[in-house]
């Protein structure tokens, strides 16, 4: 089976979020035992598996997601990757349909090389801030928001950016606070600059300190910073070492996430399920 990696949320190698990403010959998912056995050997933040479904349902291939831990309910930037690899090898046209864990899911190609997601917008609630995770992370924290069941996150707004630029938090306290990891956001400082707000994100529970750049914090950062700005459409930049952007549109209950991705390996996996 051919497997690819990915970088996602970027038009350039090296930069945005590497994903894994094996398109399955067969009509179901092999044990779930191998699946996390692949993701582990790839090491990536997550590796994402699909195989074609019947033409006469909701979806046309079913998805899932594990990082090198675990199994994850959803994930945008190997959703992009995985439409990415679709999309250039002529297995879909258009818009393609995921069924997963979290539901349905689409992805729409366009022209200039941009995909655009369809996801359910976080269930956005305000929450307390607890000291142990300003005190992880080392900085002081304006506000705490818990992301829903689908997340797991809990989303801190930080004083400015670069605050959250410069944090070095205390990884293993960080794991206390959240069922996946916690999301660091500020607005950007300069209004000008091509971005609306910056984000890091890390989520130790699912085996990964800091994710590069994360489409499903995204459905929450949508709506967070949408209520704060006024504007239903906005760019965040996810300001981790390798960078990389998610245009964000608010639609209701949904979100969409456009970006770029760039395949950087081509292989051949011989470990068979």
Excluded at 4 to 10: E, G, H, L, P, W
Excluded at 55 to 68: M, Q
Excluded at 210 to 215: F, L, N, R, S
Excluded at 225 to 235: F, H, I, N, Q, V
């Amino acid at each position: 089976m051919r497997i690819r990696i990915v970088d996602a949320f970027t038009d350039r190698p090296f930069a945005g979020n590497p994903a894994g990403v094996l398109l399955l010959d067969t009509p179901a998912f092999p044990d779930d035992s191998w699946l996390q056995d692949v993701a582990r050997e790839v090491n990536l933040s997550e590796t994402a598996f699909a195989h074609r479904l019947p033409g006469d349902g909701d979806a046309d291939w079913a998805l899932r997601w594990f990082t090198p831990a675990a199994e994850v309910d959803m994930c945008g930037h190997a959703t992009l990757a995985t439409a990415h690899v679709l999309s250039t090898i002529g297995e879909a046209n258009g818009t393609v349909r995921f069924a997963a864990r979290c539901g349905i899911l689409s992805a729409a190609a366009h022209g200039d090389g941009s995909i655009t997601l369809d996801f359910p917008v976080a269930p956005l609630h305000r929450a307390d801030v607890p000291f142990g995770v300003a005190k992880a992370l080392g900085v002081g924290v304006l506000s705490a928001t818990d992301t829903g069941p689908h997340i797991g996150d809990l989303l801190v707004e930080l004083a400015d950016e670069a605050t959250v630029r410069g944090l070095a938090p205390d990884i293993p306290a960080l794991a206390m606070h959240s069922r996946r990891g916690i999301i660091a956001t500020a607005p950007a400082d300069d209004p000008d600059c091509g971005y609306d707000f910056v984000s890091r994100c890390f989520f130790p529970n699912v085996g990964i300190d800091e994710d590069p750049v994360t489409g499903s914090a995204h459905t929450a950062l949508a709506p967070f910073w949408s209520a704060r700005l006024g504007r239903d459409e906005l760019t965040g930049l996810q300001a981790s070492a390798r960078s990389g952007v998610v245009r964000t549109t608010l639609r209701g209950d949904r979100v969409l996430l456009t970006g770029r991705a760039v395949t950087v390996v081509d292989g051949e996996l011989h470990a068979k399920p």
